[in-house]
């Protein structure tokens, strides 16, 4: 009886390494490199994805499996409780978006549901941009007078 359970929580432990956050997390950023992606953009995966993990080691989230629409929703409003502004939210939700896309068709897990797929993206203002003043908009035109079209 004792081997049974011993093979049991074998079992346990790799189902439970399969599905791990973290596990998952570094595969996507050994993926991106190996895709020639930026360092910048591997930090800013790193980074918006870091924030999501920190978030669900507060909630014991441990498991992609356990993530949930209602779970990635209370996360964007953490983040807004923590005073990310709405671009930094945004960026934050196409990252984990990103990643639960690539976890999808990477691993095909038989039976899940994406749950990403339930989550609308957070809303962006559109603010519109300052305009140029007039000094600026006369130096590139007289800049124009310059330049010689073959």
Not at 112 to 138: E, F, G
Request: glycine share 6%; charged share 20%; net charge negative.
């Amino acid at each position: 009886m004792p081997q049974n359970t011993t093979i049991n929580q074998g079992i346990i432990l790799i189902l439970s390494q399969e599905t791990h956050l973290l596990t998952w997390i570094e595969a996507f950023l050994v993926d991106r490199k190996a895709q020639g992606l930026s360092e910048g953009t591997l930090d800013f995966y790193n980074d918006k994805l870091g924030l999501f993990t920190d978030y669900c080691n507060s909630q014991l989230i441990t498991q992609i499996t356990e993530i949930n629409p209602n779970l990635i929703r209370m996360y964007l409003l953490y983040l807004e409780e923590k005073g990310h502004n709405p671009g930094g939210i945004h960026t934050a939700y196409r990252s984990l978006r990103t990643f639960l896309y690539w976890w999808e068709e990477e691993l095909e897990p038989e039976g899940w549901k994406n749950p990403i797929r339930r989550v609308k993206p957070p809303k962006l203002a559109v603010s519109p941009l300052v305009p140029a003043n007039m000094d600026d908009l006369k130096e590139m035109i007289d800049g124009c007078d310059s330049v010689v079209v073959p």
